[in-house]
């Protein structure tokens, strides 16, 4: 098959392990940098020149699009699916995805168990938002924050208080949600393919930290997960209609709720903990399913 990854830089460890495999098993791959397609849009015959060239050749393409990028590189992606390539994730699941608000919402509507969560636009209904959530100590956290960075654990009403009305006069749109504090510092990502955890880890924040996030310095280790975790992650993945992606669950004292749902998510820290060959396992599924015709939305909504 003939492969285009859509990613940035070449070098990261996540983009060179699925050139590694999709070379091993015999596919000819091309890095793709989604900030150099540029498109024409016409009904008859939509195409992505990149440097030049025109980009016609791909069966399918491995967005790896980082968040600092989401509106245009899911733009490249979306014609992609107007030329009938098949997207290993499509670009609908990767905006649900990158907006917690909006995954929150799908997700509890299909009865998986969040964080119980609230968000207000005015400075005036901080009080009653504070409330429905609990109290302090909570979370708040900027909508399309990435890496733990506009993660914040407000310890008092007044911290928290000080915290949304900070963000609000930014103008940024945040979430409030209550604090797993039994969760000590630790999630479960659990890393899924198509209908399956092919693995998971547990991550652990620093000392002192409560952002469990590898970035943050937090650190991996292999994890056993429960088939409640297991059945939760999936159908995570299913309500968010991404094939592949990290499901982060958090275990509370009534059960694992999901946190988030990554659609690029690395595989540095689930390889190295898991000692699994994980890109090879996305490389294989695209051989299941890549087929013309093959995406659900092409590009639409
Ligand atoms: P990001 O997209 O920046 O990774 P997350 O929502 O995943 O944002 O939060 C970052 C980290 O903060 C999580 O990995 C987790 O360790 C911690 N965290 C987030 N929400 C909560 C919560 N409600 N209770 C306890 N810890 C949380
Ligand atoms: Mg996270």
Redesign the pocket.
Same mark, same amino acid.
């Given at each position: 098959m003939k492969l285009g990854i859509l990613s940035r830089n070449s070098k990261l460890y996540s983009t060179r392990r699925l050139v590694e495999a999709a070379d091993q098993r015999g596919h000819e791959v091309r890095v793709v940098d989604p900030l150099r397609c540029y498109m024409n849009i016409t009904a008859h015959n939509p195409q992505i020149h990149y440097k030049g060239d025109i980009l016609d050749q791909f069966n399918a393409v491995i967005p790896r699009i980082g968040a600092s990028i989401t509106f245009y590189g899911t733009a490249v992606l979306r014609q992609f699916e107007m030329m009938n390539v098949y997207p290993l994730n499509e670009s609908v699941g990767i905006s649900r995805s990158r907006d &917690?608000l909006r995954s929150l919402q799908l997700l509890s509507r299909r009865g998986i168990g969040l964080?119980v969560t609230g968000f207000a636009h005015s400075p005036d209904d901080i009080d009653d938002l504070l409330a429905t959530v609990g109290g302090a100590p909570c979370?708040i956290?900027l909508l399309e924050?990435?890496?733990?960075?506009?993660?914040v654990?407000a310890e008092t009403k007044q911290a928290a208080e000080s915290v949304i009305q900070a963000f609000m006069g930014l103008k940024q749109h945040i979430l409030v949600?209550?604090?797993? &504090?039994e969760?000590k510092?630790?999630?479960i990502r659990c890393f899924v393919i198509g209908d399956k955890v092919v693995a998971a880890m547990k991550?652990q924040?620093k000392e002192g930290e409560?952002?469990?996030?590898l970035h943050r310095g937090?650190s991996a280790t292999l994890c056993r997960i429960t088939p409640e975790e297991r059945a939760t992650a999936v159908r995570a993945a299913k309500v968010m209609g991404l094939n592949v992606c990290g499901v982060?669950l958090?275990r509370s004292n009534h059960g694992a709720v999901v946190?988030?749902v990554?659609s690029s998510p690395g595989l540095e820290g689930i390889e190295n903990a898991s000692g699994k060959d994980v890109a090879g396992m996305i490389i294989d599924f695209i051989e299941k399913n890549a087929k013309p015709n093959r995406t659900k939305t092409k590009g639409r909504g």
């Open positions: &917690k964080p979370v956290k924050g990435t890496q733990g960075l506009g993660v654990l949600q209550e604090y797993i &504090k969760a510092g630790s999630d991550r924040a409560f952002r469990s996030n937090g982060d958090l946190m988030e990554n």
